[in-house]
């Protein structure tokens, strides 16, 4: 290896120590920190911040990357150097172009306004969270401005998370999935009662269900010698190396769903995590590629994995002996349609296949707005609560139902909720792959044979890491680019059979 | 407040809150982080220590020091400003004179020699960490001459936890303890069944155990609004903030000192660190004054509170009915007589008051050993079993008993174990000096009013944190020097009642 990539490695691998320092701060601020640490914390992860953007974006790392990157020509273009190199450029181009001060200031704001959020979501008291998604609408529209963009600022802050993605493609996909749902799901609505969700509603002792989980997520391949599960308001996976990845759920004793399948997708998150190529281990290319092909692998351990036929057919007959007074007697194919029950619901995370989308599309639209200032953070409640009376014909009663319910916002976090639909419509596509390319796969799963699904991601998604764009992943992967026909099919085909046509 | 003050310490924070951030990730670490984290553990934690040595001894903090030395004419003398002038630039030579890639490497050392000592102590295996603890024992060589000393290593390593310390002095001290401890506990030990201790083995339920203390700890005071308590294989305190102080503790089943002496100890060091002055949150002085300070407040709430009669006054009916089987038919005297029963113990944290010193003493002399080359790595056990069976009249069977029983060495630590028989003797200095100011004291105790003591701790010890050197404190809070005298009468005087002269 030439000496300058030495250098270079060397050099992103503190910067990649200290980003893994804040979010191990920051896993402990959701999971175990007392209440009042929160000041303190938050000047440490502001600390952090600023020391990594410092050192990534200071003259000596410039110079390091303009050293390899002239002896790049020795370097195999298809090799992981070639392509440390290429996303180093990348990445430090982007960084560059934010003044560390904005860094930092996004850090510190941050830590704060999610105590904030949290304090008035549980009292549903928006104005007191008002004043904080101010200054985070227009630390993101600075940010926006320092990144710059051809079209609109939207492009600047997606990009962050979906390489390559912008708002007008956005709104073409997000066109697309309005026309075929929202006369989907009403035709679903006027069939509600076609399925019972009582069995899901009952008590469920949490420790059992904790014990059944884990038994799941051992089978499924992930290993806890190399990661946990936690309890956390807001489930969510962090990865601290390729060894310490870990995920958070929540437990509700009256409602199986909410931890076992939160389970499941933040553990296909994880999967991914675990399962990218060891070698860069410590590299800017070790994380996942996108947040849209992230959520790809989330959303098919849940929905495709999770609520299908075959996962139940093998593990139905152990959750009735584990809840046997709630599920006893409820029969296989009523528990398979209740948990695939659609029904409008307020709370995104709650929402069913079909749906779930409409929530997206919502935020998308009013992300847009308040970014481009034409919508004010005094009038959004209101206007989130049109939305959700037009898309899903109920508008919350209260705000914590309604526009104070996801954590995102608080995070700082502008542009990400696209690419939880990105993330739906790749589940299909890369499943309906695995499936052509594993013709026993669904025996298999039948079977609580996981592996080969399991080997087949991590080959094909995993692996590469960051090494490949989302967009170029898509297409060597499923032959084909990112499209909703193959996900509409999905859906109507599935829904159609539990609702009838 | 001049303004290169105000720039100091804009720098010396962000110093501090890296420091900060590398110990939740030692605090992960030990409670939380799964088995296979260890080594991208080792690398996060050895880029904060790189880092922050950087920082902290960078041409940049040496000027912005300087700068404020310059304007300290204009500081008052006995204020905090001109307290953090002058600890900064003691810490800032001393940090100076270590190489930062020196630093570093011990960082990681340590990291992994943990894993190896924990993995050694489970087997036995003292071979495979010998070649981890000779590194140390070369690393802690080179920090010692790279500090400096007058006239033994041990003095430029022992002044880095408790400033001013010297070997010379600490061989006189430790002289005069033996010359008293050792007829002291020979002539106990021969009457060794005047106590019996079957009360405290028997079965106690670890929940209950915990409930039990967690109820003890807060009416001490201990906030779990700015604190909490773990499992960890080895109990300790650590510190992340004024408001976010963690205790550690372990728990056996089946014998119920363990825990809750444990537990009390750990509290002690938590309420110095929460009781510092608020007003110093952040900075240098932020800590408590000296390793031997804080082991003085641990071992007072350990054993002169908790060993005492008054605080069972109050507790022991509360005990008896959370343990009723064990405890249930035990009478209050013969419980109090239990707890403070004498015997030769091989391991260190289970010593009793009278011998635990004689522990210190055989490590402190083992250390001077080492790093004078005197005694070789591969000849420390046979070293340590001799002078067991010297000092306590036992040699251990194994190793894990022996030479391997204590995580210190591994954490890269030589030097310390000393300071824990400055704060058996400093407990003792202060706790009298309580009941001196307090005539109610033994009542208040005796009907669980634990706030006089805790805040005449608060008020004397705790609030001035790094302002005051210890030599000085123990001056002016007591009157008198440290001094062995006010400690071994004290033990002469509690263990000649229990054990008849």
Known sequence: MPDPLIALKQRLSEVHNLNAAASVLDWDQQTQMPTAGIAARAEQKATLAKISHQMFTSQETQQLLADAEGVAGSVDPASDDAALIRIARRDLDKATKLPTSLVTELSRTTSLAQEAWAGARASNDYPTFAPWLEKIVRLNQHIADALGYDDRRYDALVDQYETGMTARVLDGFFTELKRELLPLTRAVFERADAVDASPLHGVFDEERQRLFIEGV???CGFDFQRGRQDRAVHPFCTSFSQNDVRITTRYDREFLPMALFGSLHEMGHALYELGVDPSLEGTLLSNGTSLGVHESQSRLWEN???????FWKHYYSRIQETFPASLG??????FYRAINRVAPTLIRVEADELTYNLHIVLRYELENELLEGRLSVADAPEAWNAKME???GQAPPTDTEGILQDVHWSLGILGYFPT?????VLSVQFFEQARADLPQMDDD???GRFSPLREWLRENVHRPGRKIDPIDLVQKVTGNPLTPEVYLRYLRTKFGEIYGR
């Open 445 to 447: 799963l039948a079977a």
């Open 304 to 310: 495709l994995v999770g609520r299908g036929r075959p």
């Open 420 to 424: 939880y639909s990105l993330g739906n």
């Open 329 to 334: 007697s409820v029969a296989p194919e009523a």
């Open 390 to 392: 037009n898309y899903l």
């Open 217 to 219: 997520l051992t089978d």
